[in-house]
């Protein structure tokens, strides 16, 4: 199970860090991606992580302001997103993909919603201008 928390409201050009907590499966042989959905539109991958060898990716729409880790004793990843602007308003969403075949590369999947194999709930981010 994934559950995703830490949305709120922020200001323009504030910073929120969101939490993506795991239960039942450990990260090892795992990606982790979040994506967002804002009104009236799709669902989009922001950041991803394969904890095979620790690659990240970011969409170039987050990309130098958003930072995803984690914290593997506590099982959660995190996204920090800094600079925030009112197009970052949407609901966030974790997602889990358990990985199977081990040194393959997955870059071109990991914004890709079909990938992955389980969701959380997501969590509102709203930001004003």
């Known amino acids: 199970q994934l559950q995703a928390s830490g949305g709120g409201l922020v200001q323009s050009g504030g910073s929120l860090t969101l939490s993506c907590a795991a239960s039942?499966?450990?990260?090892?042989?795992?990606?982790i991606g979040w994506f967002r959905q804002a009104p009236g539109k799709g669902r989009e991958g922001v950041s991803s992580?394969?904890?095979?060898?620790?690659?990240?990716y970011y969409s170039d729409s987050v990309k130098g302001r958003f930072t995803i880790s984690s914290d593997n004793a506590e099982n959660t990843v995190y996204l920090q997103m800094r600079n925030l602007k009112p197009e970052d308003t949407a609901v966030y969403y974790c997602?889990?993909?358990?990985?199977?075949?081990?040194?393959?590369?997955?870059?071109?999947?990991?914004?890709?919603?079909?990938?992955?194999?389980?969701w959380g709930r997501g969590t509102l981010v709203t930001v004003s201008s």
């Open positions: 997602a889990a993909k358990r990985i199977t075949i081990p040194g393959k590369t997955w870059d071109l999947w990991v914004f890709e919603k079909i990938w992955y194999d389980s």
């Open positions: 039942g499966f450990t990260f090892d042989n795992y990606a």
């Open positions: 992580i394969i904890f095979e060898d620790d690659s990240t």
